[in-house]
T-cell receptor, first 113, second 110 residues
Framework: KQEVTQIPAALSVPEGENLVLNCSFT??????LQWFRQDPGKGLTSLLL?????REQTSGRLNASLDKSSGRSTLYIAASQPGDSATYLC????????????FGGGTRVLVKP | DVKVTQSSRYLVKRTGEKVFLECVQD?????MFWYRQDPGLGLRLIYF???????EKGDIPEGYSVSREKKERFSLILESASTNQTSMYLC?????????FGSGTRLTVV
């Protein structure tokens, strides 16, 4: 059964520092991996989707990498801002699970001004 | 952009009431999902649907049912609400190439 882990569970950085968020998964047979952001009391907002054939995806200050063979993805947020404070979740769509997603527990990020 | 709309942001219901949570998507997606999210437990899948009138149980279907009479609408039903169903409920839709979530419904059962 696919398991997705995000470590650390919480992270605090000063404004301007680059953020590095980790996601690991146990079964490398995946279709894709999606990163989401969640603000307190709100729904999930999709940030980036990486297909299994891709190594990385970029959108503005965000860059996500995927190493399928080692079961890892990393989300980089350059030059963090207080507005980046949120919980970040990764979700894997695995071959065994069909169209269902398996979520990590999330990393809660605080960017201090 | 895909829009997934959940009918209520906040709901307060009494124990034993029948509760309907509605979700509508505007992109003709076949796949729709209902999750609940609780502190320390993460996102847990309640039910999902791959097509009209089709439904499958997720990880925690007990106490819930669903309805999908039209492709764009997926309803979650709490047959007899209980206090342990107080939670944030999230609806999602998509193809296999990415999912979009609604803004969530915070349900409190008193």
């Amino acid at each position: 059964k696919q398991e997705v882990t995000q470590i650390p569970a919480a992270l605090s950085v000063p404004e301007g520092e680059n953020l590095v968020l980790n996601c690991s998964f146990t079964d490398s047979a995946i279709y894709n991996l999606q990163w989401f952001r969640q603000d307190p009391g709100k729904g999930l907002t999709s940030l980036l989707l990486i297909q299994s054939s891709q190594r990385e995806q970029t959108s503005g200050r965000l860059n996500a990498s995927l190493d399928k063979s080692s079961g890892r993805s990393t989300l980089y947020i350059a030059a963090s801002q207080p507005g980046d404070s949120a919980t970040y979740l990764c979700a894997v769509r695995g071959v065994a699970a069909g169209n269902k997603l398996t979520f990590g527990g999330g990393t809660r990020v605080l960017v201090k001004p | 952009d895909v829009k997934v709309t959940q009918s209520s942001r906040y709901l307060v219901k009494r124990t034993g009431e029948k509760v309907f949570l509605e979700c509508v998507q505007d992109m003709d997606h076949e796949n729709m999902f209902w999750y609940r999210q609780d502190p320390g437990l993460g996102l847990r899948l309640i039910y999902f649907s791959y097509d009209v009138k089709m439904k499958e149980k997720g990880d925690i279907p007990e106490g819930y049912s669903v309805s999908r009479e039209k492709k764009e609408r997926f309803s979650l039903i709490l047959e007899s609400a209980s206090t342990n169903q107080t939670s944030m409920y999230l609806c999602a839709s998509g193809t296999g190439d990415g999912y979009t979530f609604g803004s969530g419904t915070r349900l409190t059962v008193v």
